[in-house]
Each structure stands twice: as structure tokens, then as C-alpha cells.
């Protein structure tokens, strides 16, 4: 089984929350995970990808693409998902949706759909 790797909090909390919007990153750049909109040859065709990008930090309308959520799947559940559904603006209006994956040419892409979502469990890093 292939697990990943250490991840590290900003904040030096021990715990994840829940449901709190959340910036995510890859630990080696400055730029967080955001929503990206991708038109296709139609209206209905519109994908949205997570791409990096974003800015950390300062909640609010300017960065609505970047907050996501942690959230299980389901209360007797070890299994969470990552959603993009940020209460980070009051009045802005949000289209919310899991991240799910996408196969295209072989390359596969991290998306934001109503249906999809990708599952996975968190495992206690062992210090060696």
C-alpha cells in the first residue's frame, strides 16, 4: 500500500477539523490549491479543475476559489472527502462540489463535481 506523505500544519495544531474552510498545499510551494474554471465546447460542458495558484490566507471574496473543507464521508465512517464549498464571504454565491478524480490522455486531474468524490483516510505519521 502506497502511503503518502507527512503533512505538516501551519498552525502546528494536532487535530483536523471538520468541516472549517482550509487553504491546502503542496509543502514546497507558496501558492495553495484553487478552483479553475475550464469552458468546453458548450455550456454544459464546463469543468472545473483544481489547479494550484491561490493565494493562503485572507478569507473573503477574492479568494472563494481557494477554501475547501475536510469532511467524512460519514459519522460511523474512518473515510473522508475533500469539498469546495467555502463559507469564507457571506454574500457571495457559491456552487459547491467534491473534488473528485479525472482520467484524460492518460493524465489524471483533480476536479470539482455535484456526484464524484474521492475518498481517503488519514494514518498517523511513525517518527522513526
Known amino acids: 500500500m502506497l502511503l503518502g506523505v507527512d503533512i505538516p500544519s501551519s498552525s502546528g495544531a494536532r487535530t483536523i477539523l ?3 474552510d482550509v487553504n ?3 509543502s514546497d510551494i507558496p501558492v495553495v490549491w484553487q478552483v479553475q474554471e475550464s469552458k ?7 469543468r472545473r479543475y483544481v489547479t494550484i495558484g491561490g493565494q493562503p490566507r485572507h478569507p473573503g471574496s477574492s479568494t472563494m476559489r481557494n477554501w475547501f473543507k475536510i469532511e467524512r464521508i460519514s459519522n460511523n465512517s474512518p473515510e473522508y472527502h475533500i469539498a469546495h464549498c467555502p463559507s469564507v464571504c457571506e454574500s457571495c454565491e457559491v456552487v459547491c462540489g467534491n473534488v473528485g478524480i479525472s482520467s484524460k490522455s492518460g ?6 463535481s455535484e456526484h464524484r468524490e474521492f475518498p481517503f483516510v488519514f494514518v498517523k505519521a511513525q517518527q522513526n
Open 18 to 20: 471538520e468541516s472549517i
Open 24 to 26: 491546502i498545499k503542496f
Open 40 to 46: 468546453g465546447s458548450s455550456l454544459s460542458s464546463t
Open 107 to 112: 493524465k489524471r486531474w483533480l476536479f470539482v
